[in-house]
């Protein structure tokens, strides 16, 4: 079913709606929590959570993207639902994806305390300044949680080649936050 | 800040970019922009005197040198699901041990009695993870931040313990060295290059985290270049320092820790390597100094997980260690706050550099010179001409081209004009169209590229144990649409992913079949690109 036809049952308040959303959407969004959680159970109440958030929120909402609006919500339920000290203790990919971060914050960037969407402004920024393609694999290695193989297939590219991808926009990023604590 | 922050930062980026990201493919010029990476890869059989070599090495020194069973400190069971031979059949789903690894000393040793220690600790003081649920804010002092898997003060405080139990130092406050930062990075720690000469292994730094106590991780992108076999691979390279005199919570962790290879290889200076080879591709170097322990991690060795004869020799692994410099020596880091004074002067002058409009114009230039002709012979004689050009910007198998690469011409788009299909080895790698009275790529495959019935064009990979189809329909105008996916997954199993993306279904491994079969590949009488008749 189209979004604009799920979404209309979401203003209907038409249950059907969520079903819809399962039918279209449920598989990716559990793809999506999966690869954070790395458990099913977890992954599938990161999902229901997200339908619920949805079904309280549209209305008023009415998303011009529906995909997007409903991985943004999965996507903030599952990492909240990570078990941050286990995935440590495994050595997790979730980990090493943030650690692959950590090596972009520029020292003085540290210490600075930002706000949520201060930071996701500035992360949004950053983004548009990148080609399609870098934008592209950027994000699906840090906000999709992707492997590299997983990405490499998706493109159809080569690992090496998203790895310099990744590098070089790592290193860029350093760059714009650095550019970014000096302007404000 | 964080990488966690902005890893949850990122969440609220543009809708129209999470999109993209879901539905979006690279277009046919993306890599225009110069970011692929060069790979040569090929296979080669074990050479037999590596073996004989290796054996006799083995039997001479297998009792006294270093072996992963001295530095393991623990280990768990996970499960690896179900993957493909290449030939189709199952690999069933299977279970296997994860072995983690000491990096600071062998059993007997104090880094490794504190390491174990510290991971005793660790499992039994907060299993359920409500502390570290109730310090999410918990900011650690700057000389125990190498510590990243301390969360709470309690943890610091044995952390001082197994210091004091074992006459240990700590790591101290870390510094983060952005790629460029090479020069910088070795001059602070006094270190000569990890390399010793490039004749054989070339090391570009990508970055490095370094402790006021000298330890450091340092990343590089590495090219290994054997002159016995001609044989080039590109790789990253690992190198971790650890001082002894240190406590260190680090620990390699190793898949399938079972199914490791490993053997001791003497360099020519006398220095014994425990080298280990894992089955996903990656390897480990291993040198157990007296004053420290250097660990080295070759990553991406070779990703074709069920193909050894693609992933690098043992004597490969040898070269590696020998041209490796294990004699550095850092020394501590005296000021930190200058140096990270100094590393922002980096970034400024890095800020201060502006983009030159000329240098991207070039670019362009080049770009249309390489790729724009008006016929295919034009294009033939440039690729020929100009091979390192379309290895670096189009499709890495154009490596040997004129030597190795087919061709032949057909109307794959339907409009009534012969579109120009290269590649070799029964598949293809490149379809090129005349369109507007120029050469345009259309459809790319680094892997295996096939022609269906119906103007369809298949991407196959076939990696890690997972095949992967991508279908697209070429239109009359040379674009592709309507592309469906077929693809297996060890977590999922077999996924449809249709309607341009917006669909995914798990399906039957019979349904997968069922559309993978639906989709006729064409057999293409192809011929060297020697015999195309040049104008």
């Not at chain 2, 790591?171 to 000469?197: K, P, R, T, W």
């Not at chain 2, 260190?248 to 199914?259: H, K, P, Q, R």
């Not at chain 2, 040198?287 to 490969?316: C, K, L, Q, Y």
Request: aromatic fraction near 10%; hydrophobic fraction near 35%.
């Amino acid at each position: 079913m189209e979004d604009s036809k799920i979404i209309d049952l979401f203003f209907a308040r038409n249950e059907d709606a969520i079903r819809h959303t399962d039918d279209t959407y449920g598989r990716r969004l559990y793809h999506l929590a999966e690869n954070i959680v790395k458990n099913g159970q977890d992954a599938e109440e990161s999902v229901s959570d997200t339908y619920m958030k949805a079904w309280d929120t549209i209305p008023p909402q009415r998303p011009r993207y529906f995909f997007a609006y409903l991985a943004k919500i999965c996507r903030n339920f599952a990492l909240k639902k990570l078990d941050w000290k286990n995935a440590e203790k495994r050595k997790a990919e979730i980990v090493s994806l943030t650690e692959e971060m950590e090596m972009c914050i520029p020292d003085k960037a540290r210490d600075r305390e930002l706000e949520g969407k201060e930071l996701s402004m500035v992360l949004d920024q950053f983004l548009r300044t990148l080609t399609p393609e870098n934008q592209m694999v950027f994000l699906r290695r840090y906000w999709y949680a992707d492997t590299i193989a997983q990405i490499a297939a998706r493109y159809g590219i080569t690992e090496s080649a998203v790895l310099m991808r990744l590098n070089r926009t790592r290193a860029k990023l350093c760059t714009y936050l650095e550019m970014e604590g000096i302007r404000v | 800040m964080n990488g966690k922050e902005i890893f949850f930062g990122l969440t609220d980026v543009g809708d129209d970019l999470i999109e993209k990201a879901e539905h979006g493919q690279f277009s046919s010029d993306a890599k225009f922009s110069g970011e692929t990476n060069r790979i040569k890869r090929t296979r080669k059989p074990l050479l037999i005197a590596a073996i004989v070599a290796l054996m006799v090495l083995l039997m001479g020194c297998a009792v006294l040198l270093l072996h992963l069973e001295d530095l393991r400190v623990g280990e768990e069971t996970y499960v690896d699901g179900m993957r493909y031979a290449q030939d189709g059949s199952k690999i069933p789903e299977t279970e296997k041990v994860r072995h983690f690894i000491s990096i600071g000393g062998a059993e007997g040793s104090k880094n490794y009695q504190a390491l174990k220690e510290w991971m005793e600790f660790k499992q039994s003081y907060d299993p359920d993870g409500t502390i570290w649920k109730e310090n999410s804010g918990f900011e650690k002092p700057a000389q125990y931040n190498n510590y990243v898997d301390a969360y709470s003060q309690q943890m610091l405080d044995k952390i001082d313990e197994l210091c004091q139990k074992y006459d240990l130092k700590l790591e101290g406050a870390a510094v983060i060295f952005q790629g460029g930062d090479g020069d910088l990075f070795a001059q602070v720690l006094g270190i000569d290059s990890v390399v010793n000469g490039e004749q054989y292994l070339q090391a570009e730094f990508g970055g490095a985290r370094a402790a006021e106590s000298g330890n450091f991780n340092a990343a590089y992108q590495a090219t290994l270049k054997n002159p016995e076999t001609q044989q080039e691979y590109t790789f990253t390279l690992i190198y971790d320092y650890r001082s002894k005199d240190c406590f260190s919570s680090g620990y390699l962790m190793i898949e399938d820790g079972e199914n490791v290879e490993q053997w001791n290889h003497k360099l020519p200076d006398g220095t014994d390597v425990l080298i280990a080879s894992d089955k996903g591709g990656d390897a480990y170097l291993l040198i157990d100094r007296e004053d420290a322990f250097i660990d080295i991690t070759i990553r991406n060795v070779g990703w074709n997980w069920d193909s050894p004869g693609d992933v690098m020799s043992h004597a490969d692994m040898e070269l590696i260690a020998e041209s490796l410099n294990f004699s550095l020596k850092p020394r501590q880091i005296e000021n930190i706050t200058q140096l990270q004074q100094s590393i922002e002067e980096r970034y400024q002058a890095i800020q201060d550099a502006t983009e030159d409009p000329e240098e991207a114009a070039q670019r362009r230039r080049v770009y249309e010179e390489n790729e724009f002709h008006d016929n295919y012979g034009d294009l033939i004689c440039q690729i020929r001409d100009n091979e390192s050009y379309f290895t670096d910007h189009c499709n890495v198998a154009y490596e040997n081209f004129w030597d190795t690469m087919d061709y032949t011409l057909r109307d794959v788009t339907g409009d009534g004009e012969d579109e120009l299909i290269l590649g070799r080895d029964g598949h293809i790698h490149e379809i090129w169209t005349l369109q507007n009275g120029r050469t345009t790529r259309i459809a790319s495959s680094y892997y295996e590229g096939y022609l269906c019935e119906g103007n369809i064009f298949e991407h196959y990979v076939f990696l890690d144990g997972r095949p992967y189809h991508h279908y697209s329909h070429i239109e009359e105008d040379g674009r592709t649409h309507e592309w469906k996916d077929v693809d297996y997954d060890p977590h999922d199993g077999w996924v449809l992913i249709d309607e341009n993306g917006t669909n995914r279904t798990l399906i039957s491994e019979e349904q997968a079949m069922e559309i993978i079969n639906s989709y006729v590949r064409i057999s293409l009488e192809m011929e060297s690109v020697k015999t195309f008749p040049l104008s």
